[in-house]
């Protein structure tokens, strides 16, 4: 099965303002949210949600929600024939029916699906708790990436600016709920990283009242810990990457890619050298032995795995952006 011939493509907007986001959520991105039971769902033979006689384009997204929520392994429901698929479907959502959600778009395809207890928090709520000038600002029918810049900046290698902001990621259609981390902006390409809990992180509260004011706190706390995203850079620029992180990089990376395009990405021609930096690594790590540097500089690793994830879609350009925070070091 080939998603794109099947489902609906997922929208999403690029953004060069907080406005420009807060008018996209009240327009293209302003979403119904539909009631149901697991019992009134099945799928059509082209794979076309049908809801009690009405047959519903969906997001290939709201297709893997549908097998979550029945407990079908994924890989599993997209690879065998549709008809199995739709035997499977109809006998489990009669097992033990519950309730969900059905989140559909102003064009009427499904976005996704969702329990009924879910909780959709109001977007609109969350970006008005948001200020600065934007250097990332990404709405799609999966949610919001907002990028807000800090006063701190860093030049870990000679014309090589960083800056330090905030990130925000937040969905109202069952994706995560709002949560901003600190992050990274590459001026010369807009190369973007989000580092790690680590360093903090905020979690917009639920609560009826006062999410926006402990939202907006928490962004004014979290912050004051730039100034160590910023030492963590600096740091990577003379750094040779070592063995095991690279054994750890390059297996992240290559979820999403084949291994010739992440062997690119990490300036690998010759796969033995990948996989002799792998070996290296397990057998350091079965022997509680002291990683080795590799021959590559943590900084290029950084930049390139980055690089990349500008022109990936929502879902892996989100990937791809902690993957590459996950790399700047905590002092």
């Known amino acids: 099965m080939e998603p794109s011939k099947v489902f609906v493509p997922e929208r999403e907007t690029n953004a060069k303002s907080l406005d420009e986001v807060r008018e996209l959520l009240q327009s293209e991105y302003s979403f119904t949210s539909r009631q149901a039971t697991i019992t009134d769902l099945s799928i059509t033979d082209d794979y076309k949600l049908k809801l009690n006689g009405d047959e519903l384009a969906m997001t290939h997204?709201?297709?893997?929600?549908?097998?979550?929520l029945l407990k079908v392994p994924v890989r599993f429901g997209e690879e065998i024939p549709n008809d199995l698929l739709q035997t499977i479907v109809y006998r489990l959502r009669t097992v033990a029916p519950f309730g969900v959600q059905l989140f559909i778009e102003p064009e009427g395809n499904v976005i996704n699906i969702k329990g009924a207890n879910y909780r959709a928090p109001d977007l609109q709520t969350v970006a008005e708790a948001l200020t600065g000038d934007v250097q990332l600002a990404r709405v799609s029918v999966r949610g919001l990436q907002i990028a807000t810049e800090l006063p701190i900046a860093v030049e870990p290698k000679v014309g090589d600016t960083i800056k330090v902001g905030t990130y925000l990621v937040a969905s109202q259609t069952g994706g995560v709920y709002p949560k901003a981390n600190l992050m990274s902006f590459r001026l010369v390409c807009s190369n973007g990283a989000v580092v790690g809990d680590e360093f903090g992180s905020i979690h917009w509260s639920m609560k009826r009242t006062g999410g926006q004011d402990e939202f907006s706190e928490g962004l004014r706390e979290l912050s004051k810990r730039g100034e160590l995203v910023a030492q963590g850079l600096n740091e990577m620029g003379t750094k040779m990457l070592p063995d095991t992180e690279f054994s750890r990089l390059w297996?992240?990376?290559?979820?999403?890619?084949?291994?010739?395009?992440?062997?690119?990405?990490?300036?690998?021609?010759?796969?033995?050298?990948?996989?002799?930096?792998?070996?290296?690594?397990?057998?350091?790590?079965?022997?509680?032995?002291?990683?080795?540097?590799?021959?590559?500089?943590?900084?290029?690793?950084?930049?390139?795995?980055?690089?990349?994830?500008?022109?990936?879609?929502?879902?892996?350009?989100?990937?791809?952006?902690?993957?590459?925070?996950?790399?700047?070091?905590?002092?």
């Open 251 to 331: 297996r992240q990376v290559r979820y999403h890619f084949d291994a010739e395009v992440t062997d690119k990405m990490f300036f690998i021609d010759d796969p033995d050298v990948r996989k002799m930096y792998i070996a290296r690594a397990l057998v350091a790590s079965k022997n509680r032995l002291e990683p080795s540097p590799t021959d590559l500089n943590s900084l290029d690793i950084f930049n390139s795995i980055t690089q990349v994830a500008r022109s990936q879609p929502y879902a892996k350009h989100e990937a791809l952006m902690r993957i590459g925070g996950s790399m700047i070091p905590l002092n």
């Open 61 to 68: 997204w709201s297709f893997q929600g549908l097998l979550q």
